[in-house]
């Protein structure tokens, strides 16, 4: 005559604390996966942004644009979606922008658009004084595979509206920074475009990777 065994009291807290072991081991592991295939998003993006840089410069004589044209609505990244008119590569993975959001705003030539990147401001020109453009040329940049052209922007400014339309290097460096313009987003990283069209990461940014002559 056969009897179903129970389990004892003492047996399912065994069991329990298993479950609990191995979800504590699983759980940071299945967070780790999803933030690097974030990042890997976040790089074809940068990719990508990288090819409408290309265009842009083969149209407009070797010239890189500026990070704001002054009196008009249009900022880098509204000469950019003429060549890359999908919202969503504007926007990091792991931040919280809309694409629809994006899309209006591009539709509708809006200065202030919230994009997850920003430029380097010593390759994407800034205004000298008042309504005066500074251009940069492709052949000042004496080191392209080692000069940044985008980056992820911080995402505290991004929450709160705050929109900045390059940076230099004196907005880095999280210890010594006034103002953290690039943001270290994947697991305290940053997503590099340089302007050889290449993309890495780096977990500090260097003066020598802004400058452009080495």
């Known amino acids: ?18 479950i609990a072991i191995l979800a504590g081991i699983l759980l940071p592991v299945l967070s780790s996966s999803r933030e690097k295939a974030k990042s890997s998003n976040c790089k074809s993006n940068l990719k990508q942004l990288g090819m409408g840089l290309k265009m842009y410069t083969n149209a407009n004589s070797g010239m890189f644009p500026m990070c704001k044209f002054s009196g008009t609505k249009m900022n880098w990244y509204n000469t950019f979606y003429r060549y890359i008119k999908t919202p969503k590569v504007y926007a990091c993975p792991s931040q919280a922008s809309a694409a629809q959001a994006l899309t209006n705003a591009f539709e509708t030539g809006a200065a202030a658009t919230p994009v997850n990147y920003i430029p380097n401001q010593l390759v994407f020109g800034s205004l000298q004084t008042a309504g005066v453009p500074n251009y940069v040329a492709e052949r000042r940049i004496k080191d392209p595979s080692g000069t940044v052209a985008l980056v992820d922007f911080n995402p505290e400014l991004t929450n709160t509206g705050r929109v900045v339309d390059g940076f230099g290097t004196a907005n880095i460096d999280p210890k010594t920074a006034t103002e953290l313009r690039v943001g270290y987003v994947h697991q305290k990283r940053i997503n590099i475009l340089w302007v050889d069209g290449h993309v890495g990461d780096s977990d500090l940014l260097k003066d020598k990777d802004l400058t452009l002559d080495k």
């Not at 005559?1 to 298993?18: D, W």
């Open 1 to 18: 005559m056969s009897r179903n065994k129970q389990f004892t009291l003492v047996e399912l807290l065994v069991v329990i604390a298993i």
